[in-house]
């Protein structure tokens, strides 16, 4: 089965940047859909970025023009860059992937989670 490790969190200034980075492994299936959410203190889990097997992309409002989504297919890794991070942004962020195997229906498959913390 398919097995998620993300890395790259951790504690940075209001204003600053991380790079997250998720790295898949697996074999069942191809992976389609590959996204980032996260879970603040004290809230519920919320969808950050989402990207398509085509790199076709889409953001929570919030984080549209600070946030980037990108995927490398033949590593099978996907990547979020952080700009201009607030306050508001720190969570744990989780690495989720959709995989699709011929005539079955898709399958999630999520990671430990990593944590960001942002001082002001």
């Known amino acids: 089965q398919w097995q998620l490790v993300e890395s790259g969190g951790g504690l940075v200034r209001a204003g600053g940047s991380l790079r997250l980075t998720c790295a898949a492994s697996?074999?069942?299936?191809?992976?389609?859909?590959m996204g980032w959410y996260r879970q603040p203190p004290g809230k519920e889990r919320e969808l950050v970025a989402t990207?398509?097997?085509?790199?076709?992309?889409d953001y929570e409002d919030s984080v549209k023009g600070r946030f980037t989504i990108s995927r490398d297919n033949a590593k099978k890794m996907s990547y979020l860059q952080m700009n201009s991070l607030k306050p508001e942004d720190a969570a744990v962020y989780y690495c989720?992937?959709?995989?699709?195997?011929?005539?079955?229906?898709?399958?999630?498959?999520w990671g430990q989670g990593t944590q960001v913390n942002v001082s002001s």
């Open positions: 990207i398509t097997r085509r790199s076709n992309t």
């Open positions: 697996g074999n069942r299936g191809v992976i389609e859909d």
């Open positions: 989720k992937i959709t995989t699709k195997v011929t005539f079955d229906r898709p399958d999630d498959h």
